[in-house]
């Protein structure tokens, strides 16, 4: 089983629902998607190691054989290829790696070269993996890609989305057996909310809702799900002793135990579910 735990937008608790399900459930692993910052890892003992690099095709130009058709320059989407009379430019932090230029070029003057944007760690017992984007570098989903290839297709491994609703959620999200949507009861939670149900349900997957910090806004969020018929999975009360254990890098189901009955039903309801 995959489970996707995201949000709309970041600080709602994403990363505290994650890894404390991961924990309540034996043998699950957890994998952080959020590669601009990742900090699952803060929850775990132990340090973090590197597993393998994670590089992109980028082209190279033979100016030798380049006739400037500007072939390359109309296929790239992306703009990252701009041939202006006998002159190429190649921008290459536009460049999504997809390969097409190469392909498209008629006179065979493109060829590819790995270009690093960023690396995969893990835990000692790997239970934890999390891949980090190399600073400067904008697009972090072929790591993500190259993560959720770590999943095995046996026990249960739960994705530690990045927030929002872009193309880096999307992609964590996308092939999920359920999507855990975590927000808090207010009206940037209620409206962050709405905007994730709408790209959840664009790709086909099922979900639900936890609340978060509940007790510190109002009911529209539980109303919202009742009249959207979204399963409302678990509400986690604005406890000071949990704001204290997540100061110290102290999961729930540790600090306060009682709490691992509550993360368990919701797997338990999950796979009742799906």
């Given amino acids: 089983m995959k489970i996707t735990v995201a949000s709309g937008k970041g600080g709602t608790g994403k990363t505290t629902i994650a890894t404390n399900l991961a924990l309540s459930i034996d043998g699950a692993r957890l994998i952080d998607c959020d590669v601009e910052g990742p900090n699952s890892h803060l929850f775990f003992p132990g340090p973090m190691e590197k597993l393998k690099d994670v590089s992109i095709p980028a082209p190279d130009f033979d100016l030798e054989k380049c006739t400037y058709c500007g072939k390359c320059s109309d296929f790239c989407q992306y703009n990252a290829i701009s041939v202006i009379g006998e002159k190429l430019l190649f921008f290459e932090e536009l460049c999504h790696g997809c390969g097409g230029c190469k392909i498209i070029c008629p006179f065979d003057a493109i060829s590819e070269r790995g270009h690093h944007i960023g690396i995969i ?98 009911d529209r969020v539980e109303r919202y799900c009742i009249e959207e018929e979204i399963p409302l999975l678990a509400k986690i009360p604005n406890d000071m002793e949990i704001a204290k254990a997540y100061s110290r890098g102290v999961p729930i189901v540790e600090a306060l135990p009682s709490y691992r009955d509550l993360f368990r039903a919701m797997y338990d309801r999950i796979r009742g579910m799906i």
């Fill in 121 to 218: 760690e893990n835990n000692n017992d790997r239970s934890l993996f999390h891949g980090r984007l190399d600073i400067g570098e904008p697009f972090g989903v072929p790591i993500i890609r190259e993560l959720k290839g770590l999943a095995k297709n046996e026990g249960v491994t739960i994705f530690d989305s990045p927030p929002g609703t872009a193309c880096p959620a999307v992609e964590a999200m996308r092939d999920s057996d359920f999507c855990i949507l975590v927000t808090e009861p207010t009206p940037f939670g209620l409206y962050d909310l709405k905007l994730t149900v709408d790209v959840v349900r664009g790709i086909g997957v099922p979900f639900g809702v936890v609340v978060n910090r509940d007790g510190i806004g109002d």
